[in-house]
């Protein structure tokens, strides 16, 4: 099964993969490790979940945030690697920006968490970092950056 089809499999769509912001690349390979630079909530060019966790937005549209972010990982290795080039994911480094006194950040990186192991089961466990931040670029609620180890490419 493909990552599109078990993606449709939890009611969930592939999107476009988008290109990088600046002056690097979305996936770096370095002998075994793939690194993927942070994947934003974007869906087919279409910037969502905008603005501060607590105060424009509740913790369970985080939660949908940072699942489109996980998503759009997989994307970026699906068209650059291949899902069948996965040993596993190593780590993920998830960041948000949250407002008053909002402290539920665990609760939205299991949005990412979640659907790493739905997708690639015992490949998918992981460690995690959260980092709560003072601003993400273009006010988006959260973003998240991993790494995956790779077979010989």
């Not at 075994?32 to 105060?55: D, M, S």
Request: neutral net charge; contains cysteine.
């Amino acid at each position: 099964m493909n990552l599109e089809e078990k993606l449709n499999g939890l009611g969930l769509q592939l999107p476009t993969v988008t290109t990088p912001g600046g002056n690097y690349v979305s996936v770096n390979v370095r002998q075994h490790i793939a690194y993927i630079a942070i994947q934003f909530p974007i869906f087919n060019e279409q910037h969502l979940y905008k603005g501060r966790l607590g105060i424009e937005l509740k913790t369970e549209e985080g939660y949908k945030a940072m699942q489109l972010c996980a998503i759009n990982v997989l994307a970026q290795v699906d068209k650059k690697i291949g899902l069948d080039k996965l040993l596993g994911l190593n780590h993920i480094d998830a960041y948000y920006q949250a407002g008053g006194d909002w402290d539920e950040a665990p609760k939205v990186v299991n949005g990412a968490s979640d659907l790493f192991v739905k997708i690639l089961g015992d490949k998918g466990i992981h460690s995690r970092a959260i980092f709560g931040v003072e601003r993400l670029s273009r006010n988006f609620s959260v973003g998240l950056t991993s790494s995956f180890t790779v077979h010989q490419i």
